[in-house]
Each structure stands twice: as C-alpha cells, then as structure tokens.
C-alpha cells in the first residue's frame, strides 16, 4: 500500500529528493572547507568575508525581487504553452537584469562615498559577483516544469568548484578575497550551465515581452519580495550589526554560531517538507495535531544535541580561535527548538488548511520585533553579540506564538486533549 503510494506521487517523491539532496549538499560541503578556511586566513579575515558577503545578500534579495517564488506557479500553469513561457521567462530575466544594473549602480555609490567600502572594494565587487548568477541561475524554472535533477546537477557543481577551488587558491592570509572570489564563481558556474539548459535543453526562446506583462509579473512578485526580505534581514541583522559596531572577529563568530544552528534545523525542515503534501491534500487535523507533538519532541532532541556538542564543534571548526561560538551556539539552541516548530505551523500547516496571509504576516511581525529588541538594545547600553542570538530567539517566539494563535483560532489545533473534529 505504501508502495503504491510512493508510486502514485512519484514525480513529488523524486522532487522532493532532489530537494533533500541540494540542501544536505549546500549545508555539508561548505563545512569541509570551513577549518581550512579558518585556520589559514584567521578568524578576523574570515569575518571580513563574511561581512561583504552579508551586505551583498541585501543586493541579492532586491535583484529576486520575489521573482524566484511568484514566476514557479506561472511556469508550472504554462509549462505545455512554449508561447507563452518564453514570454515568462524573458519577463522574469529582463526585470531581474534591470535590477541587477540598478543594484550595481547603488554598490558603485556606496563604494565611492563610504570610506570603509572603498578601502575593500575589490571584496565587494568578488561578493557582488554572486549577484549576476542570480539573473542567470532560473531555480524557479526547474521548479516549475519539476526538474530538480538539472537543479541538484547545478548546485552540486557550484559547490565542488568551491570546496576545491579553495584548497588550492587560498594559501595565506591576504587570500580572503579569493574566498568570496571563488564562492562568487562557483555561482556564477551555476548560472553559466543554467543558462545553457535552459536555452539548449529546454529550447527556451528569449522574446522582448509586452510591457503590460513586465508590470504584471513585477507586481506579483512584490508581496514576495517583502517576505524574503524580512527572512534575510533576520538572518543577516546580527552579523550586519557586528561588523559595524563591534569587530570582524565578532562576525566570524556569530556566522559560525549560526551556521550550526542552521544545519542543525535540516532534520526538522526535511521532515516537514515530507508532510506537506499530505497536509495540504488532506487536511486531516487529527494528523497535524499528532504531528505537533512529533515536532516538539523532535526539535527539543536536536536543540538539546547541539546544546551538549556545541564546545566540540567549535573546536573542530575553529580551534581557539573563536571561544565565543560556542556560548552563541548555545543561546541559539533556543532558536532551533522555536524554528523546528514555526517550520511546520508554517506552510506545512497555516498554507495547507488556506492561511497564507497569516503566515506571511507572521515572518513580517517578526522583523518589527527584531527592530524593537535591536532598539531596545541600544537605548539601555546592551548591545552585545550574545544579545543579539537572544533577540534572534525573540523574533522567532514571536513567529511561534503568532502562528500558534491562529491554528487553534481556526481550530486546527485543539487544548484539553479534545479532537478538532470535535469543536
């Protein structure tokens, strides 16, 4: 029976695999690199990177404008129309480029007026480089005509290029720039082979599209682009902050704290991603409040995991070097138990049971409280990288609680061990 499940959803089975298999990738192999990187160029260096890069997300988020989420239901819907999806395509690139030009003005600027920009500008235009493969790198085309296989190919190339590349181009300390550099060319190698793909294979024609479907398809990647900023500036705020306030050893620090805290909330992410499907065709709320509890259970024995292991994973990453990682890795177990479970009341189960204005306000709410906990923070003096995981902690409390409010205001989830069926 479950065989024949499998086999009845075979396509979403082996997307979701392909899925599995990009991220397990992208979070494990830039690990093996990690001590190396570390130990050569030292932590100070190492959060400089980590900085530029961190400055040109902001850039990389403006360029997607929301664009790789909106267009993945315009292909999926036209993916038997080459008419009309050559038009999609072209409209999604053409805007994207129009951005990425707009954005490298902006970084132009920034580097002929901002004394410390200028003084790395070389580091900031390796990391702005990354910016051009989003304009080439389609995600939401494979996507939508479900090809992942072209998708794990491409990830799992842009990442070898790295973990390679940096073994053998980066020997000293004055190499840090290579580090962003090759990391912004794996990148780009990812968009090179995505373009031909997408040309070659998928016989992808580029048109000049009517104007009226240039608006139409930038207005409907707008409330995406707000949501994706809000995700990337949680993310990115602490480590923003740092190196502006406090010192590049300190971003090191917080970066790897939370590359671990990351990693660390895969198990729950793929678990969810799993039950999606199944919540959203039948949603069953018996099912999602049982699995609620799974949930906790699970997210509660990871964050206590990488509570315990925390100091052996600092010392294997970084030696000595960064003693403060392990006391943030700590504060941030707290984010991973919250982030395990908002995951799954998320889109697994707000979007399934037809809640998408509530999750999306959600993950806005919470960057008005990373504002106020950040302000907050500066008014009483506290402004400190430990202070930062906790108001990361807050901002993913609030995420939790408000998500939590509307499942059992809609009676998704129930109290006092009575069923939803029977409210």
């Given at each position: 029976m479950i065989l024949q499940k499998i086999k009845n959803h075979k396509t979403i089975v082996k997307n979701t695999g392909y899925l599995s298999?990009?991220?397990?990738?992208?979070?494990?192999?830039?690990?093996?690199?990690?001590p190396y990187v570390l130990k050569t160029i030292g932590a100070s260096n190492y959060g400089l990177a980590v900085f530029a890069q961190t400055i040109i997300s902001y850039f990389s988020i403006f360029i997607n404008f929301g664009l790789d989420v909106s267009a993945v239901k315009d292909v999926s819907i036209n993916r038997n129309d080459p008419k009309t999806l050559n038009a999609i395509v072209s409209s999604v690139l053409l805007i994207k480029f129009v951005l990425f030009c707009l954005a490298f003005a902006v970084l132009l600027l920034g580097i002929a007026v901002i004394p410390f920009m200028h003084e790395y500008k070389i580091l900031f235009l390796a990391a702005f480089l990354t910016c051009l493969s989003e304009v080439l790198f389609p995600i939401w085309f494979y996507q939508g005509i479900e090809k992942m296989e072209f998708l794990?190919?491409?990830?799992?190339?842009?990442?070898?290029?790295?973990?390679?590349?940096?073994?053998?181009?980066?020997?000293?300390?004055?190499?840090?720039?290579?580090?962003?550099?090759?990391?912004?060319?794996?990148?780009?190698?990812?968009?090179?082979?995505?373009?031909?793909?997408?040309?070659?294979?998928?016989?992808?024609?580029?048109?000049?599209?009517?104007?009226?479907?240039?608006?139409?398809?930038?207005?409907?990647?707008?409330?995406?682009?707000?949501?994706?900023?809000?995700?990337?500036?949680?993310?990115?705020?602490?480590?923003?902050?740092?190196?502006?306030?406090?010192?590049?050893h300190f971003v090191a620090a917080f970066?790897?704290?939370?590359?671990?805290?990351?990693?660390?909330?895969?198990?729950?992410?793929?678990?969810?991603?799993?039950?999606?499907?199944?919540?959203?065709?039948?949603?069953?709320?018996?099912?999602?409040?049982?699995?609620?509890?799974?949930?906790?259970?699970?997210?509660?024995?990871?964050?206590?995991?990488?509570?315990?292991?925390?100091?052996?994973?600092?010392?294997?990453?970084?030696?000595?070097?960064?003693?403060e990682a392990v006391t943030l890795t700590r504060i941030l177990c707290l984010w991973i138990f919250c982030g395990g479970i908002t995951t799954y009341i998320g889109s697994p189960v707000l979007?399934?049971?037809?809640?998408?204005?509530?999750?999306?306000?959600?993950?806005?709410?919470?960057?008005?409280?990373?504002?106020?906990?950040?302000?907050?923070?500066?008014?009483?003096?506290?402004l400190t990288i430990y202070n930062f995981a906790l108001a990361l902690f807050i901002s993913e409390c609030t995420i939790l609680i408000y998500r939590l409010y509307y499942c059992y205001h809609y009676k998704i989830f129930s109290f006092h061990g009575r069923t939803p069926a029977a409210l």
């Open positions: 298999i990009i991220e397990v990738i992208r979070m494990a192999m830039p690990f093996i690199a990690l794990t190919f491409i990830r799992t190339s842009s990442i070898l290029f790295y973990t390679i590349t940096v073994f053998i181009f980066v020997r000293q300390t004055d190499d840090y720039t290579n580090v962003v550099l090759l990391q912004s060319l794996g990148n780009l190698l990812a968009g090179g082979i995505s373009a031909f793909c997408i040309l070659k294979v998928a016989k992808i024609r580029l048109v000049f599209p009517q104007w009226d479907m240039l608006v139409t398809t930038f207005r409907e990647s707008m409330l995406f682009f707000v949501s994706r900023l809000s995700v990337v500036l949680n993310n990115n705020m602490a480590k923003t902050i740092s190196g502006m306030v406090f010192s590049m970066d790897l704290a939370q590359r671990i805290a990351t990693v660390a909330l895969v198990p729950a992410q793929m678990l969810n991603q799993a039950v999606y499907p199944h919540l959203a065709k039948t949603k069953n709320k018996i099912f999602a409040n049982k699995f609620l509890y799974l949930n906790v259970l699970l997210s509660f024995c990871v964050s206590t995991v990488v509570y315990i292991l925390a100091p052996y994973a600092i010392r294997y990453f970084s030696g000595t070097q960064l003693p979007v399934s049971f037809g809640h998408p204005k509530q999750f999306n306000v959600s993950v806005l709410l919470s960057t008005a409280a990373l504002f106020v906990c950040y302000g907050v923070l500066y008014l009483c003096n506290l």
